[in-house]
């Protein structure tokens, strides 16, 4: 009887530190690095400079809609398998190719740091590895985005805002940097700008009445409508008489998706100001908020002459998503 209750003790010690080991591993991971958007793709050179290298190229660098001059999803940089060690190994983002393994696609968290995704793809030739990218080309650009979104809306509340009234006037909280300003506010709009380095990145929070957006096949047209009228009420130009309008030679992409849990319509375009040389790109979202029997509509817009737009679109975008309606 003591033998057996001395094996249990010695079992349940050894149970307890193989645990504790486990979860100290994951603590200690060292803090993920990279700049924002940019994927570390390990494959060997000769992978890169052919065929693999054009599939990868092709899922990760397709332009991004809605942007005034074509920029790439991602930037992407190369390691070859023989290098991929120490702090080349801690990017936020890593897309590995396994050449002569089983075919197939695996998502890994925090894997040599954290936070951190690392996505592994596999074939026993190099037209199974190519087979495997194509298929899965959502499933990849959704994984590393969605990461992206986090590590951004982590940076921004470093130092949250405190503006307390958009919780007050609209019933919702929406995580975004201090270093954002107000520009106006009334009862039922908000409109935040925070100063880059050529221009503002901009974000609009308003509410409309339920009826005032109908399910139909002219969606697309009422919310341009209605942002319109908000630019000409509120986002006044340099010029007299100028305002922010959508630009018509650009046709507006629309599609519905999920903010909190709710229905929402996401639409992507080109702004410029009426009679004035001004423009860039906006995100619209407009989410259904049935519960208070309204629409909540946020919009970031950029205006960054002269500069790429992907980073601080996606800064937006994070900040859109952030959003908690009560």
């Known amino acids: 009887m003591r033998n057996m209750i001395c094996s249990v003790v010695v079992l349940l010690l050894l149970s307890s530190c193989g645990k504790t080991e486990k979860k100290a591993d994951d603590e200690f991971l060292p803090d993920a690095s ?5 994927v570390s793709v390990v494959t060997e050179n000769d992978y890169w400079d052919g065929r693999v290298g054009d599939a990868i190229r092709s899922v ?8 005034p001059q074509d920029e790439p999803m991602f930037s992407i940089s190369q390691i070859p398998p023989s290098v991929f060690s120490g702090f080349v190994t801690k990017n936020r983002t890593v897309l590995l190719i396994k050449p002569n393994k089983e075919q197939g696609i695996e998502i890994l968290t925090n894997v040599y ?13 190099r037209e199974e590895i190519i087979e495997e990218l194509s298929k899965n ?3 990849i650009i959704e994984t590393f985005r969605h990461e992206e979104l986090a590590e951004r809306q982590r940076q921004m509340m470093k130092s949250p805002h405190t503006f307390k009234s958009i919780k007050e006037k609209l019933g919702l909280s929406i995580q975004f940097a201090s270093i954002y300003r107000k520009a106006t506010e009334t009862d039922n709009f908000f409109w935040f700008r925070k100063d880059i380095t050529t221009g503002t990145n901009n974000l609009m929070i308003y509410e409309l009445p339920f009826d005032a957006i109908q399910r139909n096949d002219s969606v697309v047209k009422q919310i341009i409508k209605i942002r319109d009228s908000i630019g000409k009420a509120y986002i006044q130009g340099p010029l007299e008489g100028s305002y922010m309008v959508t630009e018509d030679a650009y046709a507006p992409f629309i599609e519905e998706t999920t903010i909190d849990n709710k229905p929402a319509f996401e639409t ?8 004035a040389f001004m423009g860039g790109p906006f995100i619209n979202y407009a989410i259904e908020d049935s519960k208070n029997n309204r629409w909540v509509v946020i919009e970031g817009f950029s205006f960054a002459p002269s500069v790429e737009k992907r980073n601080y679109m996606l800064e937006l975008e994070s900040i859109i998503r952030s959003v908690k309606i009560e």
């Open 60 to 67: 990760l660098t397709k332009p991004i809609y809605g942007l």
């Open 137 to 139: 080309e959502s499933k």
């Open 113 to 125: 740091a954290k936070p951190q995704k690392v996505i592994v793809v596999s074939g026993k030739t």
């Open 268 to 275: 992507r375009g080109i702004w410029d100001v009426k009679n």
């Open 34 to 38: 990279g700049a924002i958007n940019n």
